[in-house]
């Protein structure tokens, strides 16, 4: 897997790259993740001014998330949470699904049963 975090604005420290690596790394038994590309920056003009997004590359559809907020480690936060709420509605996908294909006996569906 390739991680690529990118700052802007933003210092980079090793407590925030490790909070980053440790929740991404922990996604890696759920889906193989290719690369990892995960964006931090900070704009005063905006309100929430931090801005974390996080791009994931799987063999699948690709996976985006984002977190916005006043604090760095909070947007960290919500762009992690994000990325583990896509993930969990694409591995309930099949099931969703699998369910709607399933066809109810007519005499449930309200239809009449031929004789």
Request: glycine share 6%; aromatic share 4%.
């Amino acid at each position: 897997m390739k991680l690529t975090l990118q700052h802007c604005n933003v210092p980079s420290t090793h407590e925030l790259d490790s909070i980053l690596e440790e929740g991404i790394f922990e996604l890696q038994p759920r889906v193989k993740i290719d690369e990892a590309r995960v964006q931090m920056e900070c704009c005063w003009e905006e309100s929430p001014s931090y801005r974390v997004g996080i791009y994931i590359v799987t063999p699948g559809p690709d996976i985006q998330a984002e977190g916005r907020d006043h604090t760095i480690r909070a947007a960290i936060r919500m762009a992690l949470n994000d990325l583990e709420k896509r993930l969990r509605a694409r591995e309930r996908k099949p099931l969703q699904r699998l369910r709607s294909n399933v066809q109810l006996p007519a005499a449930r569906r309200g239809g009449r049963l031929r004789r």
